[in-house]
Structures are given as C-alpha cells and as structure tokens.
C-alpha cells in the first residue's frame, strides 16, 4: 500500500492560515470517511488531531479543522501561533482492511 | 490513561522478539489496538491492527506471515511477536488504541512512548 502524498514542508506567519493536502485513491482517502490527522513534535509521540475528516476531539482547538474532497483531505490550521511549528501526518482506512499513513510534512511558523 | 510499551532492543536479522503494551487508565476489552512503527527521522507506518476481542486481526503487507499481533484482556495486554526480522524492520514501535473496538480500523487517539527495535548483526 503506497504511502499518502502530503507535501514534505509548508511555513506559514504567526496569525496565518495554512493548509495541508493529503492525495489518496478511491481504495483509501476517497472510498471511507476513516481520514485521521496527527501532530507530532520531535521526541515525542503522535498527537490525535482530527478523526472522521473533520471531528475534533475534546481538547484540540478549534483552529484545527479537517475537509475533504474526491481523493483528497486537507487540514488547515489558522491563527498560527509557535507551538503549531510540528510534523503533521494524515491517515485512512483502506480497502486492504489496513490502515496507510501519510509521508508526513513539516511546518514551519516563520 | 496510559499505553507502556516494551521488549525492544538489538536483535541479528533473523531472530525474534516479542513487544508488550500495557494499559491502564481505562477499559482495556472496550477498544482495539494497533502497532505502529517509525523508522528515526522518517515517517509513520501502520503494522497491524486486533480488535476488542481478537476476532479481527489485520497486517501490513510488509509484516504478514513474520509479525503476530495478539491481546490479553485480563492482563490489559497487546503483544506483538516478530519473528524472521530484517534490518528494515529497525523502527520505533508504538502501541495505539484505536477509538472504537473493531473495523473499520478509524483513528488512534491514545499513544505510547515507543519501545525502539535495531535489526543488525
């Protein structure tokens, strides 16, 4: 199962909005709403962002928010702020009954 | 609420090694729990997912007839058995808890802190 296409670096300013794709097939990203999002710092561990395309769970702010359109989902952040500065990774469930991660890309906040 | 993984080290390609995860903080049968590696500065890697009572158990291709993922639920326990390991298979390994108990595998909201595997001779 090949990996997600996410974009390997965006940056965005404090205050700003960015948006960050993540290219499936019909077999993953764009045959089930199972899209999940992750946010990880270095030297830690995942962090849970988004789950079913765009919920949100209790904790995570609201500045994080997640779509989807055909093959495609997206998470976009605003309101930047300096502890968004991470690595971010999407996910789908597959039509394999497994589970295939994005590549990952890194934000910057400038 | 909390995953502790454990069992990594240096292993030669090969041999075996068996991972333990232990939760607690919360119902251990009421969730599915999945494996999850990454290689050091890479990216994320799904391995193999059981549901709440082991009747669903699913693998990556990379893993299939090497790896076994297996649950204790009286000992709040996730296992995983890695038998014939490569040197590809050098990765941090994670336990996760799934959100609900079985398929579809959906998104994993509970993490470890990693039990880290090195494959070499």
């Known amino acids: 199962q090949a990996a997600l296409s996410q974009p390997p670096y965006v940056s965005g300013s404090p205050g700003q909005s960015v948006t960050i794709s993540c290219a499936g097939t019909?077999?993953?990203?764009?045959?089930?709403?199972?899209v999940s999002w992750y946010q990880q710092s270095p030297g830690t561990a995942p962090k849970f962002l988004i789950y079913?395309?765009?919920y949100r769970p209790s904790g995570v702010p609201d500045r994080f928010s997640g779509s989807k359109s055909g093959n495609t989902a997206s998470l976009t952040i605003s309101g930047l702020q300096a502890e968004d500065d991470a690595d971010y990774y999407c996910?789908?469930?597959?039509?394999?009954?497994?589970?295939?991660f994005g590549g990952g890309t890194k934000l910057t906040v400038l | 609420v909390q995953l502790v993984e454990s069992g990594g080290g240096l292993v030669q390609p090969g041999r075996s090694l068996r991972l333990s995860c232990v939760a607690s903080?919360?119902?251990?049968?009421?969730?599915?729990m999945h494996w999850v590696r990454q290689v050091p500065g890479k990216g994320l890697e799904w391995v193999s997912g059981?549901?709440?009572?082991?009747?669903?158990?699913d693998y990556a291709e990379s893993v299939r007839g090497r790896f076994t993922i297996s649950r204790d639920n009286a000992k709040n326990s996730l296992y995983l058995q890695m038998n014939s390991l490569r040197p590809e298979d050098t990765a941090l390994y994670y336990c996760?808890?799934?959100?609900?108990?079985?398929?579809?595998?959906?998104?994993?909201?509970?993490w470890g802190q990693g039990t880290m595997v090195t494959v070499s001779s």
């Open positions: 903080g919360y119902n251990f049968d009421d969730y599915a």
């Open positions: 019909s077999s993953d990203v764009g045959g089930y709403n199972r």
């Open positions: 996760a808890r799934d959100i609900y108990l079985d398929h579809p595998w959906d998104a994993f909201n509970i």
């Open positions: 059981i549901s709440w009572n082991s009747g669903t158990i």
């Open positions: 996910s789908s469930y597959t039509s394999k009954n497994s589970v295939v």
């Open positions: 079913e395309v765009n």
